[in-house]
Nanobody, 118 residues
Framework: QVQLVESGGGLVQPGGSLRLSCAASARIFSISVMGWYRQAPGKERDMVAV???????NYANSAKGRFTISRDNAKNTVYLEMNSLKPEDTAVYYCSAVLAEAPMRTYWGQGTQVTVSS
């Protein structure tokens, strides 16, 4: 019912910044929670940041102070602003969404690669 498309990934040097975007096929106000997760090769997918319809946010400890998640309801888009990037931030970043009407189902985007290297 919901399609998510990530963009904005790429190669960046340590200390640099990237802004990831997640465009949703559904109106954001109908989605209870959206978030960003990341997965490095051979590792589990971990939560980076989440945001609710009420714009309450939660961040992984590794992201606090460096990453900011935000929503633009007019564009049906969620963003992840990443600053002061570190090599350990290298991963595939996935956008996720949960609909209030079907909270047992989590939708995922295809992912966008973020590589932090000099």
């Amino acid at each position: 019912q919901v399609q998510l498309v990530e963009s904005g990934g790429g190669l960046v040097q340590p200390g640099g910044s990237l802004r990831l975007s997640c465009a949703a096929s559904a109106r954001i106000f109908s989605i209870s929670v959206m978030g960003w997760y990341r997965q490095a090769p051979g590792k589990e997918r971990d939560m980076v940041a989440v945001i609710s319809t009420r714009n309450t946010t939660n961040y992984a400890n590794s992201a606090k102070g460096r990453f900011t998640i935000s929503r633009d309801n007019a564009k049906n888009t969620v963003y992840l602003e990443m600053n002061s990037l570190k090599p350990e931030d290298t991963a595939v970043y996935y956008c996720s969404a949960v609909l209030a009407e079907a909270p047992m189902r989590t939708y995922w985007g295809q992912g966008t690669q973020v590589t932090v290297s000099s």
